[in-house]
């Protein structure tokens, strides 16, 4: 239902993409890189999309390609258990199955205006009232899960978003991000943005697993959350293949980012994180690009040109939930910095050693800030010496 009208809105999109990827050969593995990655090897997740073989967000695949987290259990059980706890597989829900929404119900007075929101059994219910007038309906959906949590409504065949959010961290409902803080004008305002198609097609493609599937818009059929197949592409072929006995043929139908060089492997995670050139593109510099770490960790100083020890994933396991430990990092940044007053760098460890402390590096070196307009701080990955706390550089 909920896709429909999105659908009709797609079919011009669709008609102008060469589509060019079927089921098989999902991933071709490079031999060995032709030449070491720099800033040039750096692609605009839309550039890669429409490169042949599997990506992150791409919905060139058919439905019947994806398997399911379930299937995945039947040999990498332990994987799928950890990365079930991750806020990347829970960052989407039903609304009406949303727990925060169910422990924090929705009453806030803006001006004129009172906001209910709560979850039953079976629904979730949002009403906005000016005292004259009322406007109610269901939610639909709610996306993002650690550190805030918005919700999306359908309203005369249109896909809406509520002006408040709730942030966990914060214990409080705030506005949304990329909302007017400011007291809306009329009702009709005050219930919420109507989204356009391709703003909720973003939505559900960065939050939920198969939205799109060969190239058909369809959020009713995804799943919601990021699972197996969000990162390594559909699954069908691979597993037929293992059970056939074809192990080896099997691993080169699943996409493997372990192969990917530094620059791509950033571009990976980039692909909803946003890469750098999609940053960069969009224009966002200084304080709001910070929530965009592919950008901020390719300007630090200690990239360089690209280095596999400083890629997303030699910080975060996508199969864990976020270390919050600062001590827990101190091994990444060892890996390159010497750690002795006097010592000089070498080949391996290019990176000096600190003058004011051996440990807890990224809690004066990575620090965290409050993006201007939403009660959540955010992990500068622009490595450096941070002077004042709020100087934010590029
Ligand atoms: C029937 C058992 C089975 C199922 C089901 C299965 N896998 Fe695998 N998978 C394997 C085996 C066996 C390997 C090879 C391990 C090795 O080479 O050490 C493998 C390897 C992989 C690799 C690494 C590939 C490489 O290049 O090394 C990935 C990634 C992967 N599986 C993901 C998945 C995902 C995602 C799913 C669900 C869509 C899945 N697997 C379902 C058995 C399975
Ligand atoms: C398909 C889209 C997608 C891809 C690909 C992706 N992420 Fe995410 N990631 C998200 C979303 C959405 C969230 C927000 C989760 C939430 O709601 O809190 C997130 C959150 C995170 C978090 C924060 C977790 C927390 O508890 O706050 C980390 C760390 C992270 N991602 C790392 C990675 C790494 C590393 C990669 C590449 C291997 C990657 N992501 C690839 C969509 C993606
Ligand atoms: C290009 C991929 C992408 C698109 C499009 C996208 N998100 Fe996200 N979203 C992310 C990632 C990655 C995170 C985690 C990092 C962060 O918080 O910025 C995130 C975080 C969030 C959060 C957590 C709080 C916050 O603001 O950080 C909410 C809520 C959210 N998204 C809702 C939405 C909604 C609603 C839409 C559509 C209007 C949307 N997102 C579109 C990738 C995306
Ligand atoms: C957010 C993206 C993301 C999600 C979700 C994700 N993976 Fe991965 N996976 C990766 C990346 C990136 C690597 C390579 C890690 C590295 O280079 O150390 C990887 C590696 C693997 C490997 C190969 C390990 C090896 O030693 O080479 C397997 C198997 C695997 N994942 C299975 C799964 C299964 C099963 C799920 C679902 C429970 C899953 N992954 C979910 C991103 C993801
Ligand atoms: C040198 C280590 C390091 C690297 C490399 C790194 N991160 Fe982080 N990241 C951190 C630390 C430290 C935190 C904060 C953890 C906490 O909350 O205490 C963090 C937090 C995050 C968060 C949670 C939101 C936030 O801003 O606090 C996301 C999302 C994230 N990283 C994504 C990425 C992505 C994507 C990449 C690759 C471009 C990446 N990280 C590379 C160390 C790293
Ligand atoms: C891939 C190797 C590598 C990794 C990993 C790495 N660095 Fe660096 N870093 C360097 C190099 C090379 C330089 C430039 C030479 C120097 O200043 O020592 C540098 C510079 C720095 C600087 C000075 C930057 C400036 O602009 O003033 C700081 C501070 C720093 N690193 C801290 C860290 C911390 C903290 C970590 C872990 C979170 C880390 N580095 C991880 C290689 C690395
Ligand atoms: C208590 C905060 C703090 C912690 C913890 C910390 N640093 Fe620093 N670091 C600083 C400050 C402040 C400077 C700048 C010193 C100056 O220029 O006088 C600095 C400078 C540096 C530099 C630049 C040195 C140069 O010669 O330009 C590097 C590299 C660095 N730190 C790496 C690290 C690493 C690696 C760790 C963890 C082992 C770490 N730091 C832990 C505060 C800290």
């Known amino acids: 239902m909920l896709g429909k009208k999105l659908q009709l809105g797609l079919t011009a999109l669709t008609l102008a993409v060469v589509v060019s990827a079927g089921t098989h050969a999902l991933w071709s593995q490079p031999a060995t890189p032709t030449h070491p990655a720099t800033i040039s090897d750096q692609v605009a997740t839309e550039d890669r999309v429409r490169k042949p073989g599997w990506w992150p967000t791409k919905g060139s695949f058919p439905s019947n390609a994806y398997v399911g987290a379930g299937t995945c259990a039947q040999c990498h059980a332990d994987l799928v258990a950890a990365q079930s706890t991750t806020s990347m597989a829970k960052t989407a829900t039903r ?81 949304t991000v990329d909302q007017a ?17 391709s703003e909720v097609r973003g939505c559900f493609n960065c939050h939920n697993t198969a939205a799109t599937t060969s190239d058909r818009f369809d959020p009713d059929h995804s799943t919601p959350g990021l699972t197996c197949e969000a990162c390594h592409g559909p699954g069908a072929d691979h597993v037929s293949a293992v059970k056939s006995g074809l192990a080896e043929q099997g691993n080169t139908m699943i996409m493997n980012p372990r192969h990917l060089n530094p620059v791509e492997s950033i571009d990976f995670c980039g692909s909803c994180h946003r890469t750098w050139w999609d940053v960069t593109l969009s224009g966002s510099t200084g304080i709001t690009s910070l929530r965009f770490p592919p950008y901020r960790l390719e300007n630090s100083r200690c990239w360089g040109k690209g280095d596999a020890r400083l890629t997303c994933v030699a910080c975060h396991d996508p199969h864990r939930p976020l270390e919050r430990e600062a001590a827990a990092y101190d091994s990444r940044c060892l890996a390159c910095h010497i750690n002795a007053a006097g010592a000089k760098s070498t080949v391996d460890h290019p990176g000096g050693a600190c003058p004011v402390a051996r440990k807890d590096c990224v809690s004066c070196h990575m620090q965290k800030f409050q993006v201007v307009d939403i009660p959540v701080k955010f992990t500068d990955h622009q490595i450096r010496v941070i002077r004042t706390s709020d100087a934010i550089p590029r």
């Open 95 to 175: 609304a009406a199955a949303s727990e925060l929404l169910k422990q924090h119900p929705l009453s806030y007075k803006l001006g004129p205006y009172s906001y209910q929101a709560t979850r039953g059994e079976a629904a979730a219910t949002y009403s906005v009232a000016d005292g004259a007038n009322s406007y109610s309906t269901n939610l639909q959906w709610s996306f993002g899960i650690r550190m805030g949590q918005s919700y999306l409504f359908e309203r005369n065949g249109g896909i809406f978003m509520a002006p408040l959010t709730y942030y966990p961290e914060h214990g409080a409902w705030d506005f």
């Open 181 to 197: 803080h400011s007291i809306p004008d009329s009702l009709e305002k005050a219930v919420g943005r109507h989204l356009l198609d």
